[in-house]
């Protein structure tokens, strides 16, 4: 999903909110307007002030009823009659509970009329606010602000119909970059060309003469290049585990959802994230400076071991942490004498631990055990380019050696813990960690994330063979 329209529908919730203020203060002055007034007097005394004090907390109401109906669903393709048709649904379940509570507690205020109008008003104002917002995103797809770039597979009658009826409505938000008849090594050549250089965002498979075969390295592709993969519904001999369908322009398309945290669940980690590490940080300051004298004391260097390692969507990051190593251990990794001293206890794989490790410091030694060293991850939580939950760094020289099924864990941000560290740590053979990490990516949940961070502790005092 763009993060256009995870901006549009996050807007939805104020727009919303306001055009509901906006409708309760319109159906207040309609009140004490004079014709209605003559029609019927007014015998309760209601100012302006209190009403928007009662109204700040009855919007919430009506906010809390949308989200119930579906209003604040990430899909953007939803027909504009069916978006009306849940906000009639809200307004009603909203005004339906208010008359509940007006009820039994007159001591709100007494009037019918305001509420049965602010109902009817809440329905014209949240369709029109609605509309506007539309409105803009549709005026933004002409300058190409926020659309689909898609590069079509296929050629034949399904192609030529998504083609043509793309072409036709701008307002789906799909512009077709380029069309291809196959998917071969030439052609993945291209693609990955044009990848590069930002031409295209999303694949969509529109014919049903490729082998399974085919379609798997279109689904690696799409990984490896942090592409979205979608194709025509009547496309199943592809084995996918994560779909969404919908409907776009009358034609029924799967899109291929590489993981759950997306839309409102990314949202509500990001806000997690923040609140979460900045508490720990407050609260863990004082072992912070302690550690960092300790550091200094025990050997020559800087307080803190930084260099680059890949991040979500394979774009690199400054990674640091305290240093546990002496100075420029991260060149012996890399140095064949060392290497043939030294057993990699993780032979085979792209990664590289070793037992009894000369180069680890004595306080070092103390602070890896107890993952002390890693505390100062907490920072890069907080600016955004780590989680508290997901797959472990990755180095670059380590991915330059991961395998296509490797290169899915990219496709989130990096954890400072995880399904892998908790179901093992370093113990783990590579491979392990890597299913166990798409797993978690394939199925997060904000239940899953807790799970885990209330595991991590027991995580860390456990004895690990690589110690």
């Not at 014709?35 to 309760?44: A, S």
């Not at 509309?131 to 770039?149: D, K, P």
Request: net charge positive; charged share 25%; glycine share 6%.
């Amino acid at each position: 999903m763009k993060r256009s329209e995870i901006a549009i529908s996050a807007s939805l919730v104020p727009v919303d909110y306001l055009m509901i203020i906006l409708a309760g203060i319109a159906s207040y002055f309609l009140r004490y307007w004079e014709p209605i007034k003559n029609i019927r007097p007014v015998i309760f005394n209601l100012t302006l002030g209190v009403f928007i004090n009662y109204l700040a907390i009855i919007a919430i109401i009506w906010i809390i009823s949308f989200a119930l109906a579906g209003l604040y669903s990430m899909r953007a393709t939803r027909r504009p009659i069916d978006e009306v048709s849940k906000i009639i649904l809200g307004c009603s379940t909203a005004v339906m509970f208010l008359m509940f509570v007006f009820f039994f507690s007159r001591s709100l205020f007494d009037s019918r009329f305001i509420i049965l109008i602010g109902w009817v008003l809440s329905i014209v104002f949240v369709v029109i606010g609605r509309g506007v917002v539309r409105l803009i995103q549709h005026n933004l797809y002409r300058f190409n602000i926020g659309t689909h770039r898609v590069v079509i597979i296929g050629k034949g009658q399904v192609s030529e119909e998504v083609i043509n009826s793309f072409g036709q409505n701008i307002k789906t938000g799909y512009k077709i970059v380029e069309q291809f008849a196959d998917f071969d090594k030439e052609i993945e050549v291209k693609l990955e060309k044009m990848a590069r250089e930002d031409k295209f965002d999303e694949i969509l498979v529109a014919t049903s003469n490729l082998s399974s075969k085919v379609l798997d390295k279109i689904n690696d592709f799409s990984y490896i290049n942090h592409i979205d993969l979608k194709y025509v519904a009547d496309i199943f001999e592809f084995p996918i585990t994560n779909f969404q369908i919908d409907t776009i322009n009358g034609l029924p398309i799967i899109e291929v959802k590489k993981t759950r945290l997306d839309g409102w669940g990314r949202i509500a980690k990001r806000i997690f994230d923040v609140i979460v590490s900045s508490i720990i940080i407050i609260l863990i300051s004082p072992i912070l400076l302690a550690t960092a004298i300790a550091i200094k004391i025990d050997s020559r260097g800087s307080v803190f071991f930084s260099y680059k390692r890949i991040g979500e969507q394979g774009r690199p990051f400054t990674y640091f942490k305290f240093r546990s190593m002496i100075r420029d251990a991260h060149k012996y990794r890399f140095d064949e004498k060392f290497l043939k001293a030294f057993q990699n206890l993780r032979d085979g794989t792209p990664m590289m631990k070793f037992e009894n490790d000369p180069r680890v410091t004595r306080v070092g030694k103390f602070i890896r055990r107890f993952s002390i060293d890693e505390l100062p991850e907490l920072f890069n939580v907080w600016i955004g380019k780590m989680s508290l939950v997901g797959p472990r760094p990755h180095e670059v020289e380590e991915v330059a050696k991961y395998e296509n099924f490797h290169k899915r864990v990219l496709t989130i941000k990096p954890g400072m813990t995880g399904m892998a560290q908790v179901s093992g740590r370093s113990d783990l053979d590579f491979d392990d960690e890597v299913r166990l990490d798409v797993w978690y990516m394939e199925n997060w949940s904000m239940k899953l994330d807790l799970m885990i961070l209330f595991k991590t502790p027991l995580a860390v005092l456990k004895k690990r063979k690589t110690e």
